[in-house]
């Protein structure tokens, strides 16, 4: 089994270009991410096979009581910036608490992440069970695919690709330089097939999330918002598309009417507490930490409204391309299957 995860193909995106002939051909339909629909919350789902409801990673900067930060989780750094957990002398597997897919399956487990990430925390803790396996571009990707779909034996590949999501980031997902490279990736995907033709492997494609593009004015500032800005406790927290925030003792009533006063066009408030007990993260029991990584209130924003905040040391670098609502193109992403 080949599991390959694309960053950022959604389905509606893949099905406005039907010049990628084949990835179309094999489409199967469209499931949803988890959510919110973004990296930091769905890669850990692949890699353990558990909801965020009992993962507990609910967004790209989350608040770590254990740690008294906010942390960039994937990367395993704060926010402010330092030194990684690893280097710091933080284990991440005993922060983190993962149960990796790879360990419990009992046949030879591989992952296949870019060289600049092979080796990071995160991979480490939750790719644990599997032979990880480095490649430098594409090219490489699909070379190792082929090589080990093609030896003996029963095995399990998961492989990513975030090269999509990054050109969508910069450039936006409609544009001209993230639809060649869906091209290209279409190209790639036929050629692999080839390669593996008679192997007996079944190639499932999916993604982590979709994508959409938000114009530059509807993009929020809180420093635009400093009455909004008082009430919070911490930096916001999880996705520009999907705010936690995390308010000071005796706040809660200004903050509420002030979103529903000032913001009431650009975003929907719910309770933090509303979100595990109506099922957003997932069925089953949730972790006891879940209630401690999602604020007191919500911003999930409308239409393609985007709500940033910056500390003194950041860079203020908008993307064009966003995600972590729940909007189609965010939340659906396709599912493609073939049997070789």
Request: aromatic share 8%; proline share 5%.
């Amino acid at each position: 089994v080949l599991l390959l995860v694309i960053d950022g193909l959604g389905f509606n995106y893949l099905r406005a270009h039907p010049q990628a002939v084949r990835l179309n051909h094999h489409l199967l339909g469209s499931v949803t991410s988890v959510f919110p629909p973004t990296t930091a919350a769905a890669i850990p789902t692949f890699l353990t096979g558990e909801a965020p409801q009992q993962h507990g990673l609910t967004g790209w900067h989350m608040y770590f009581r254990e740690l008294g930060s906010v942390l960039a989780v994937l990367p395993g750094q704060a926010r402010y910036g330092g030194a990684g957990l690893g280097a710091a002398g933080i284990d991440v597997a005993r922060l983190l608490g993962p149960r990796p897919f790879a360990e419990r399956i009992g046949i030879a487990a591989y992952a296949l992440s870019p060289a600049s990430i092979d080796d990071a925390d995160f991979n480490r803790a939750y790719q644990r069970g599997a032979h990880r396996v480095a490649y430098r571009d594409l090219g490489e990707l699909l070379r190792r695919c082929g090589e080990l779909l093609g030896s003996q034996g029963a095995r399990y590949l998961y492989a990513y690709w975030p090269e999509l999501d990054a050109l969508g980031h910069r450039f936006g997902i409609w544009s001209a330089q993230a639809r060649r490279h869906l091209l290209e990736l279409d190209q790639a995907f036929g050629q692999l097939l080839e390669t593996i033709r008679g192997t007996d492997t079944l190639v499932v494609i999916t993604a982590d999330h979709g994508q959409i593009d938000s114009r530059a004015e509807k993009r929020i500032d809180l420093d635009d918002h400093p009455v909004l800005r008082d009430c919070l406790l911490l930096p916001l927290c999880g996705e520009p598309r999907a705010a936690y925030c995390y308010l000071r003792s005796g706040h809660r009533e200004a903050f509420d009417t002030y979103v529903r006063d000032e913001l009431a066009e650009r975003a929907t408030c719910v309770p933090s507490a509303e979100l595990i007990t109506s099922g957003w993260f997932g069925q089953g029991l949730p972790i006891p930490r879940l209630i401690d990584r999602i604020g007191d209130r919500l911003l999930l924003m409308k239409q393609d409204y985007v709500l940033r905040d910056w500390l003194p040391q950041e860079a203020r670098q908008e993307m064009i391309g966003v995600h972590g609502g729940l909007s189609e193109d965010e939340l659906l992403v396709a599912l493609i299957l073939v049997e070789s």
